[in-house]
């Protein structure tokens, strides 16, 4: 017998499954693929961060600068006054692993970040627009709130947060691992981590001064100038409204039964 080769049937990689059914399946089918690996992530952070304690991350990042940071002079005045006002405000926290730096960065726009080790980057635009020693003392109890919940280094990425737990479990140093300040400030922190940190940072003021008098002014006044004021953008872009921040922080006042209003300590510089 012969062999005859047949075409084979039109239509014979078609599936009979509708297009958009099959469109729709691979829709559903990436979206879950993408909230697993997303969550995957959340939890390789999350248990990385259980092996690198505090002390750990003290000691790791004891003397680091990101990458692209641009320092003021180390003789500027407002630098030493600045820490010397962390070191009060941490004093609220008594068990803190953290010794905290302070380094401001030479930059127009508003913005005060944490960074790992206990590093407090203040900018010189902020600098230039808090008028007294009670608004500064609120931003940076803000920033010790980030560190008493470890927000900072949740904020820094799956890469940085393993290569920091190689670096614990090897004891090896993070001199390798490329940190930039922009990083971190980029991916900014949750709705409920700010809440949480305005918090503490609130607490913190009520100690040292007695009342949290002028502790959000400085809010206030961003929130009229909200529009004009170019430079507000980087610490709103990372900060939630400055509104819902006085509005929470209000309630927070009264709820604790702190005093409103007190003797307010003018800036030393
Ligand atoms: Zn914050």
Redesign the pocket.
């Given at each position: 017998m012969r062999f005859v080769a047949k075409q084979p049937k039109e239509g014979i990689n078609v599936s009979d499954t509708h297009p958009l059914v099959e469109a729709s399946t691979l829709v559903v089918g990436l979206t879950a693929i993408f909230v697993v690996i997303v969550l995957a992530i959340i939890f390789m952070i999350e248990v990385a961060l259980f092996f690198v304690s505090a002390e750990d991350e003290a000691n790791l990042f004891g003397d680091w600068l990101p990458e692209d940071l641009i320092t003021v002079a180390p003789d500027d005045d407002r630098l030493v006054e600045i820490q010397l006002l962390v070191d009060r405000l941490a004093r609220h926290w008594p068990d803190s692993p953290y010794t905290f730096r302070v380094e401001i960065d030479d930059s127009e726009t508003a913005n005060?970040m944490?960074l790992p080790g206990g590093l407090i980057i203040v900018t010189r635009g902020l600098l230039d627009r808090v008028e007294s020693e009670n608004e500064l003392a609120f931003v940076l109890g803000?920033?010790l709130?980030?560190f008493k919940n470890r927000?900072h280094l949740r904020a820094l990425g799956r890469g940085i947060v393993l290569a920091m737990f190689f670096a614990v479990v090897t004891d090896s140093d993070v001199a390798g691992i490329g940190i930039k300040a922009t990083d971190i400030t980029i991916r900014g922190?949750s709705r409920r981590?700010?809440t949480n940190?305005?918090e503490f940072g609130l607490a913190v003021v009520n100690s040292e001064y007695g009342h949290v008098d002028e502790a959000w002014r400085l809010f206030e006044r961003w929130e009229v100038e909200n529009d004009s004021v170019i430079n507000l953008v980087t610490y709103l872009s990372?900060?939630p409204e400055s509104g819902d921040r006085i509005i929470d922080m209000k309630r927070q006042a009264e709820a604790e039964g702190w005093l409103l209003t007190g003797d307010v300590t003018p800036l030393n510089w």
């Open positions: 005060a944490a803000h920033e709130g980030h927000d922190f981590q700010e940190a305005d990372t900060h």
